[in-house]
């Protein structure tokens, strides 16, 4: 699997970037930090163009590590930037947004789903 990791597409620390659902991305600084976009648990923001009550949420789990040993759920609610990040295998992680966006009367196709996140090496 150490193989495998070298040829995959890298993010910076510290800077936000882009995964689509499915991909895998490994630090450039640390190729221990792989991430995996795995899947979208839940989806429940308020579509554009309707009015709602709650605004909503939207639950992704990401697999850390090169061998997968460890998920961890980031939530993203609009407005509500605490509930967006988690910490794993000494990294802090921030779910900047989560795309595409639901419009009323338009079917999302999980497919074209794609998270911003931004990773931190915690500090002591």
Not at 22 to 37: C, I, P, R
Not at 67 to 83: C, I, N, Q, S, Y
Not at 104 to 124: M, Q
Request: proline fraction near 5%.
């Amino acid at each position: 699997m150490a193989a495998q990791c070298e040829h995959l597409p890298t993010f910076q620390l510290e800077e936000p970037f882009t995964l689509k659902l499915g991909e895998q991305k490994m630090a450039s600084e640390d190729q221990a930090m792989v991430l995996h976009f795995s899947r979208v648990k839940e989806d429940s923001r308020c579509p554009s163009g309707v009015n709602c009550v709650w605004e909503g949420e939207v639950v992704t789990e990401l697999i850390l590590g090169k061998l997968g040993v460890d998920t961890l759920d980031l939530t993203f609610r609009p407005g509500r930037e605490k509930a967006s990040v988690g910490r794993s295998m000494g990294y802090h992680f921030r779910l900047i947004e989560v795309n595409p966006y639901p419009t009323k009367g338009v079917e999302l196709d999980s497919v074209n789903y794609n998270i911003v996140l931004e990773v931190k090496k915690e500090t002591e």
